[in-house]
T-cell receptor, first 112, second 113 residues
Framework: GIQVEQSPPDLILQEGANSTLRCNFS?????LQWFHQNPWGQLINLFY???GTKQNGRLSATTVATERYSLLYISSSQTTDSGVYFC??????????????FGQGTILTVHP | NAGVTQTPKFQVLKTGQSMTLQCAQD?????MSWYRQDPGMGLRLIHY???????DQGEVPNGYNVSRSTTEDFPLRLLSAAPSQTSVYFC????????????FGPGTRLTVT
């Protein structure tokens, strides 16, 4: 099956710093989503981005499908950005039927 | 619009007990699925459904049963709980199609003793 690798596994920042999280995947995808799992365990949709670039406030994401990677940018980080960031992909192909394959996540800690 | 809702939020079971985790969505999504999240293993697909009356197995289906009698509801049944089923369970839904942009419920934290 498709492999998804996220880096770095852990990231510690001071409030106000910028960061880039990376997601590499091993095959063609029809769907790529970024999620933030907050300290209460909720999975929050950040971006649906199988290709191209999107921005939402301090967050932006870019997916280069031909090179099989996606980047999540967090600018001017805040303590509320802390949590785990997951990349999840849907393998292109007829039998996937919506099965998202998740990366292992990046644990982000933002200190005041 | 409540999105995807799950009940209960927390549950403790004894080994061998059975229970049903509830999932409902009000977005008229055809596709619904159940994942479990274990430490260090990310989320893994248990079962999914592409519409009312149609279900299929995911990556880790053993010990779980599902049915889909309506578009809105997709309950997950634990037939005889085991400690290995201690996990956080998430339900998700999306429109059926090529992209499957999925929305997740708040999760149910299950402990089996």
């Amino acid at each position: 099956g498709i492999q998804v690798e996220q880096s770095p596994p852990d990231l510690i920042l001071q409030e106000g710093a910028n960061s880039t999280l990376r997601c590499n995947f091993s095959d063609s995808v029809n769907n790529l989503q970024w999620f933030h799992q907050n300290p209460w365990g909720q999975l929050i949709n950040l971006f649906y981005i199988p290709s191209g670039t999107k921005q939402n406030g301090r967050l932006s994401a870019t997916t280069v499908a031909t090179e099989r990677y996606s980047l999540l940018y967090i600018s001017s980080s805040q303590t509320t950005d802390s949590g785990v960031y997951f990349c999840a992909v849907l393998n292109a192909g007829g039998t996937s039927y919506g099965k998202l394959t998740f990366g292992q996540g990046t644990i982000l800690t933002v200190h005041p | 619009n409540a999105g995807v809702t799950q009940t209960p939020k927390f549950q403790v079971l004894k080994t061998g007990q059975s229970m049903t985790l509830q999932c409902a969505q009000d977005m008229n999504h055809e596709y619904m699925s159940w994942y479990r999240q274990d430490p260090g293993m990310g989320l893994r697909l248990i079962h999914y459904s592409v519409g009312a009356g149609i279900t299929d197995q995911g990556e880790v289906p053993n010990g779980y049963n599902v049915s889909r009698s309506t578009t809105e509801d997709f309950p997950l049944r634990l037939l005889s709980a085991a400690p290995s089923q201690t996990s956080v369970y998430f339900c998700a839904s999306s429109y059926f199609g090529q992209s499957y942009e999925q929305y997740f419920g708040p999760g149910t934290r299950l402990t089996v003793t």
